[in-house]
Nanobody
Framework: VQLQASGGGLVHSGGSLRLSCIAS????????IAWFRQRPGEGREGVAC????????WYLDSVKGRFTISRDDAKNTVYLQMNSLKPEDTAEYYC???????????????????????WGQGTQVTVSS
């Protein structure tokens, strides 16, 4: 099971970025996949999650209406479209999965991922004011 995140960069406040998470060794559609972020000196927090199968999604309140998580089954890839970026969105962003547990995205699912999920490397997002 491997996840490869990319797409981070430096943008001005109000700008957009699209992060990609390429999954290998498993079928992304079959397991919840989430994006987390970590600011310096802080713990990781869940940002968005997409459930296995029916595309049910979950978002952190502070990103609702600005971020969209989606999945391309043909490419086995999960995306995070980030619009209207704010300086407080600056962080290292990670994708992770609850493999081998299929299911919906809930706060409990995010907890499982934090404790025992499979993680990719991070990609840095920096938003300047």
């Amino acid at each position: 099971v491997q996840l490869q995140a990319s797409g981070g960069g430096l943008v001005h406040s109000g700008g957009s970025l699209r992060l990609s998470c390429i999954a290998s060794g498993f079928t992304a559609d079959n397991y919840p996949i989430a994006w987390f972020r970590q600011r310096p000196g802080e713990g990781r927090e869940g940002v968005a999650c997409i459930s296995s199968g029916d595309n049910n999604t979950w978002y952190l309140d502070s990103v609702k209406g600005r971020f969209t998580i989606s999945r391309d089954d043909a490419k086995n890839t999960v995306y995070l479209q980030m619009n209207s970026l704010k300086p407080e969105d600056t962080a290292e962003y990670y994708c992770a999965t609850d493999f081998p547990r299929p299911g919906f995205c809930t706060t409990q699912t995010l907890g499982y991922i934090l404790l025992s999920g499979s993680w990719g490397q991070g990609t840095q997002v920096t938003v300047s004011s």
